[in-house]
């Protein structure tokens, strides 16, 4: 069972990535599973429902979020018709939504993937190490495979996550900060980890906004108007595979792609990807 998770979408020159190269990359990876934070897909600040149709076409099959999944207003009755787009299950109750959903792969093989977001420099919400076990209990018995999209700010919260998950869940990915770290490992129990799988988008800005708007917010402590960047777009993610019975993960690979990288694998024959 291969599983690949693609970090934090950003804008359309995020979109754009996920448009042009997913196939390719999902061919080349032979990857049974896509999941996507998309909480910054609109215009680099939530999501709306044209924007999550639209990856779902593109082969995303479960969209995760965070702290911006609202920013968008229209999106809120999104979540009663669309389940696989879900939000924080650490949310307090009466959040439009739910934080779990169990996808099923081509062959058959149940995924549960569940969201939950940190507390530390964050909106003070639930605790996420106690909903996390709720949402992975609610899965049921007989699904071995759980995907855990952590979207915190401090990485000790996401490395504790890591650490209390494991051998309890396939992955735990972190999310949130756009700066994708090299700390992936496959953790003592068979949980793989990274503190944070990064942004799909433009990098040559600041985590994705035009940089002239955040230096001079910096400089001068006034309001700024942000716009998403648009240079230098890479695709960030990591493929994580496992053990289909017992739900372990194997290894973990980072990924971390140019637009040129993605064009030359969509430029490959079929048969050689």
Known sequence: MRLLFIGDIVGRPGRELVRRG???????????LVVANVENAAAGFGITPDVADDLLSYGIHVMTGGNHTWDKKEILPYFAD???????????????????????TASGASVAVVNVMGRVFM??????????????????????????????????????????LDGRVTAVVGTHTHVQ??????????TAYITDA?????????IGVERSAILQRFLTGLPQRFETAS???????????????TGRATTIERLSL?????EALVAQPARTR
């Open 22 to 32: 997913l196939e390719a990359l999902v061919a080349h990876h032979r990857i049974d």
């Open 82 to 104: 669309q389940p696989r787009l879900i939000r924080p299950a650490n949310m307090p109750p009466g959040a439009p939504g739910r934080g779990s959903y169990v996808a099923r």
């Open 123 to 164: 909106t003070a919400i639930d605790d996420p190490f106690r909903i996390v076990l709720d949402e992975i209990a609610a899965a049921g018995p007989d699904v071995r495979l759980v995907l855990v999209d952590f979207h915190a700010e401090a990485t000790s919260e996401k490395v504790a996550m890591g650490w209390y």
């Open 181 to 190: 770290t090299a700390d992936e490992r496959v953790l003592p129990r068979g």
């Open 198 to 206: 990064g942004m799909t988008g433009p990098h040559d800005s600041v």
């Open 231 to 245: 240079e230098n777009p890479r695709l960030h993610g990591v493929v994580v595979t496992a053990d289909e019975a």
């Open 258 to 262: 140019s637009a040129q990288e993605i």
